[in-house]
């Protein structure tokens, strides 16, 4: 969800993102662009950058071009970013920046497509509960912190999906309707 004014006022360039946006901002240094979201703001001068911002779920900022400014609204902490720094943000742990991260990894949802790099299961199932509308159930709970890395073309069906991360981490799934859930094969 982007909610933007009708016109943007004399001093900034302000956005509300709850969700994933790509942004390519013109350079203005009189008027910064700055991206709010529930936990964070993100201000920039001309650049390429993507916000990740659902509401209880890992904050993120990646940065393709030229440099941003994030800054969190708990605790009034900023970090500066330079190309393809990452950071990673949530209420409990702050900030946690990863640097040397490929576009590619960062990119793909432009596309269509899903990629994670050592993230845990239940991110992962956020994304597909995003992607396929469904509900997933993981039992045990624990499960969740399992860490997979995986990539699934748009046109992969849950089925696949589901399939293929089966295989790599050996648990059973069952989907009726729009539930799906997901056994460990180890008691």
Same mark, same amino acid.
């Given at each position: ?16 993102? !709850? ?25 920039? +001068? ?8 659902? &509401? ?6 990646? +940065? ?8 969190? &609204? ?16 949530? +209420? ?7 640097? %040397? ?9 432009? !596309? ?31 499960? %969740? ?14 089925? !696949?999906? &589901? ?13 009726? %309707?729009?539930?799906? %859930? ?6």
């Amino acid at each position: 969800k982007l909610t933007y004014p009708a016109s943007f006022g004399s001093n900034k360039r302000e956005v509300m993102l !709850q969700g994933e946006g790509y942004f390519e901002v013109t350079k203005d240094h009189k008027h910064p662009f700055i991206v709010h979201n529930p936990t964070l703001d993100v201000k920039v +001068l001309g650049t390429k950058f993507n916000v990740k911002a659902y &509401l209880g779920e890992i904050s993120s900022v990646f +940065l393709k071009e030229g440099k941003v400014e994030v800054s969190d &609204l708990e605790r009034n902490r900023k970090i500066i970013l330079h190309p393809s720094d990452k950071v990673l943000y949530t +209420l409990d742990k702050g900030f946690k920046l990863q640097t %040397n991260v490929s576009s590619e990894e960062s990119d793909s949802w432009r !596309q269509g497509e899903l990629a994670f790099v050592e993230e845990s299961l239940g991110t992962i199932i956020k994304a597909l509960e995003r992607r396929y509308d469904v509900q997933i159930a993981v039992h045990p709970p624990t499960l %969740n912190n399992k860490l997979f890395t995986c990539r699934f073309k748009q046109e992969a069906t849950l089925v !696949q999906v &589901l399939d293929l991360l089966k295989d790599t981490r050996e648990f059973t799934y069952k989907i009726e %309707n729009k539930k799906v %859930n997901i056994y460990s094969r180890y008691p």
